[in-house]
């Protein structure tokens, strides 16, 4: 076998590094401070409240998308008023080194919100909503647990969230 493929036995071409990350100042971070709390809010409203001019405000945000720092806008989800009244962080045992096609899989599972590869006593945390108890047992007796690099699973059920850093009005 070539050494290269030796190296990659993927045989994927090696991943670019992602960029140096530049520094946010205390600006930038008060920018990101209050799109966390409105991600609608216009440039005019973030001008007047971190004391910059509209442009400066402009190019910051401008900034903060170009440099992957703001990755998107989205909406908060009540989800027991979006018909999904039971949440669970699952956890996950994995085979080792199926961690990408894990992901996979469980990206494609309706109600799956959240996936983190993690340390410690299990592999993977998996945040999910479903409709009913019914619908979440159905979810991990059926589907997750017959992928076949899942080991073992815990389901921990969710009787009250909050997000953090997000003000609700």
Do not use: C
């Not at 990659?8 to 971070?29: S, V, Y």
């Not at 998107?72 to 009244?85: I, K, M, P, Y």
């Not at 990206?107 to 799956?112: E, I």
């Amino acid at each position: 076998m070539p050494e290269e493929q030796m190296a990659n036995p993927g045989g994927q071409p090696p991943a670019t590094p992602a960029p140096a990350a530049r520094p946010l100042d205390t600006i930038d971070r008060a920018i990101l401070r209050l799109l966390r709390t409105d991600g609608r809010a216009s440039i005019r409203s973030v001008a007047e409240q971190v004391h910059v001019s509209r442009a400066n405000a402009y190019a910051r945000i401008n900034r903060l998308l170009d440099d992957g720092v703001i990755r998107g806008f989205s909406a908060l989800v009540d989800q027991e008023r979006a018909g999904q009244g039971a949440s669970a962080y699952i956890t996950l045992k994995i085979v080792q080194n199926s961690w990408r096609t894990v992901r996979r899989q469980l990206t494609a599972l309706p109600g799956a919100a959240h996936i983190a590869l993690v340390s410690g006593d299990f592999d993977v945390l998996l945040l999910v909503h479903t409709k009913d108890n019914r619908e979440l047992r159905e979810l991990v007796l059926t589907r997750i647990q017959s992928i076949p690099e899942v080991l073992s699973t815990r389901t921990l059920l969710v009787f009250e969230e909050t997000d953090l850093g997000v003000e609700e009005g």
